[in-house]
Nanobody, 125 residues
Framework: RAHVLESGGGSVHPGDSLRLSCTVD?????LAWFRQAPGQEREGVAT???????RYGDSVKGRFIASYDQDKKTMWLQMDMLKPVDSAVYYC??????????????????????WGQGTQVTVSS
């Protein structure tokens, strides 16, 4: 069974920053971040491939940055200028196909075959 583990969530104020980490147990070519708020559908946040090519959901562009070190089997999500609407459980995910990072399909939950357990991020004043 594949292991994907997120860490780094917490409670912060609007405008603050957080950095999430995801450790995986294989040398994946493409990884993704998703999030899900209560009562909402799971939303694609970012994809990144081993070459550092990224793609972001519209709601986080310009504020979140994904990075990935394949040798360390670790992915990060730097989240700046956090807003209350960013509050959600954040999931690290592995797409079924490496090509998912080449298109917006990677930001769709249907493209994912492995999910982490999630880490809670709460942004409130």
């Amino acid at each position: 069974r594949a292991h994907v583990l997120e860490s780094g969530g917490g409670s912060v104020h609007p405008g603050d920053s957080l950095r999430l980490s995801c450790t995986v147990d294989a040398y994946y070519v493409c990884l993704a971040w998703f999030r899900q708020a209560p009562g909402q559908e799971r939303e694609g946040v970012a994809t990144i491939d081993k070459w550092g090519t990224t793609r972001y959901g519209d709601s986080v562009k310009g504020r979140f940055i994904a990075s990935y070190d394949q040798d360390k089997k670790t992915m990060w999500l730097q989240m700046d200028m956090l807003k209350p609407v960013d509050s959600a459980v954040y999931y690290c995910a592995v797409p079924t196909l490496d090509s998912a990072c080449s298109s917006a399909d990677g930001l769709q939950p249907r493209s994912i075959s492995i999910w982490g357990q999630g880490t809670q991020v709460t942004v409130s004043s």
